[in-house]
């Protein structure tokens, strides 16, 4: 009664024209904000040599990690607005799952440098220059993307070896681990575990760091004798932890469950806070927000 699925067709979010231009028109603009921002970000790290510190290198990793996180999901998405037929490969899909949940990790691990990095400016400022030297920021970086990557196998082979029989619409605007595993017909006890548990260790581990270390900052931020030092630089924390939060507190709730349930709309909504939204905001919080860059660009 299986038989083998070569094609997905994706529903999107609605299917009234009028809705989906409009919803086209507003993608699209937000794709090429999030594109230009982060590519500014990237050209003034590079050629600005007062920028070219452990903090502003990891701010280019971002920048880049961005780039490719969203190309993964939003042209794909901005095609399907317009298409009559919005179809996806079978292979197609399990790249782009794979590429969104590797990208996905890789920017949890890149969150939790960049959040130790400015706990040890702010609260160990003399020891700084010698713990974060170009080696340690180099074994960082690399690091992030090399356990990104393999952490994205792992899910996407359990995911690609579930049977998937005659009926083949996912109730998604991409190829998403839930949308999937509710549409095997396979029994998906034994991979949703797994995922589970992957996705506990991985986002509750990165975003607990990422937690201590800007609660540590606040703390010492309150014993800066100067109001308007500490209004300054409370502020540009708060803003951080904000963009983080909106991005664990998302990803948590959307992997870090035993069951998936969720309905499909709720699901698209929550989705397009980190999959579109984040990596907007990124760009804006981190870099256009800092007076150094600023006064670089």
């Not at 991979?191 to 990422?210: D, G, H, M, R």
């Not at 349930?261 to 256009?288: D, H």
Request: hydrophobic share 50%; glycine share 4%.
């Amino acid at each position: 009664n299986a038989t083998v699925v070569l094609e997905f067709r994706l529903l999107g979010f609605s299917s009234n024209p009028c809705c989906q231009i409009l919803l086209f028109t507003l993608f699209l603009v937000i794709y090429i904000l999030t594109i230009l921002g982060n590519m500014i970000i990237i050209s003034v790290v590079t050629l600005e040599p007062r920028l070219h510190s452990p903090m502003y290198k990891f701010l280019k990793n971002l920048s880049f990690l961005e780039v490719c996180y969203t190309t993964a999901i939003v042209p794909k998405m901005l095609a399907n607005l317009l298409a009559q037929r919005k179809t996806i490969s079978f292979s197609g899909c399990m790249a782009q799952l794979y590429y969104f949940v590797s990208l996905g990790a890789t920017e949890c691990y890149l969150l939790s440098v960049m959040a130790y990095d400015r706990f040890l400016a702010v609260c160990e400022p003399l020891h700084y220059g010698v713990v974060m030297t170009a080696e340690s920021y180099t074994c960082l970086s690399v690091g992030s993307w090399v356990t990104g990557v393999f952490t994205g196998f792992l899910p996407c082979l359990m995911v690609s070896r579930l049977h998937f029989c005659r009926y083949n619409l996912i109730d998604h605007f991409f190829c998403d681990i839930s949308p999937l595993l509710k549409l095997s017909c396979s029994d998906t006890t034994v991979t949703e575990a797994v995922i589970f548990i992957l996705s506990l260790l991985v986002l509750s581990s990165c975003f607990l760091l990422t937690l201590v270390s800007y609660l540590l900052i606040i703390l010492n931020i309150l014993k800066i004798p100067s109001a308007s030092g500490k209004r300054v630089t409370f502020s540009t924390c708060s803003s951080h932890l904000m963009v983080v939060t909106i991005y664990y507190g998302t990803m948590i709730s959307m992997y870090v469950r035993p069951t998936y349930n969720l309905s499909s709309e709720l699901n698209k909504a929550v989705s397009v806070l980190y999959t579109v939204v984040t990596p907007l905001l990124n760009p804006v919080i981190y870099s256009l927000r800092n007076k150094a860059f600023k006064k670089a660009l």
